[in-house]
């Protein structure tokens, strides 16, 4: 089990389950919405994550046709996006986590966006788009 909050505290969640491969992201779009070089994300089936705490606080804003990036409207926290589908995705954002990962970055996406002023040297698979 996986447990996770925003800045301030007031959304805490759960997730009973497995995290998929963590990815970075690098389009323009994760990169607004995180205020950073790039959004690390793993996928996450929708049934095993719970929120515990916060469900009042949750904002919701869809930021292209049916991705839903949803964040604490008190602090801002970016937690997760997801998509209705079918299939229903969620992309947990790793960076709320409060419990340890031993799982390294899969692979980067979109990696032909990448912010010019952050250097990237690991191992990880680099994808100019999403891959199939």
Known sequence: MHQGSCLCGRVK?????????IGLCHCSRCRKANGSAFLAAAQIKPDEFKLICGEDSLGDFESSAGVHRVFCIHCGSPLYSRRPGPPEIVRLRIGTLDTPLQSKVQSHIFFADKASWFEFEDAAPKFAQRPA
Do not use: C, F, N, R
């Not at 969640?13 to 491969?21: A, D, F, K, R, S």
């Open 13 to 21: 969640y759960e997730i009973h389950g497995e995290l998929g491969p």
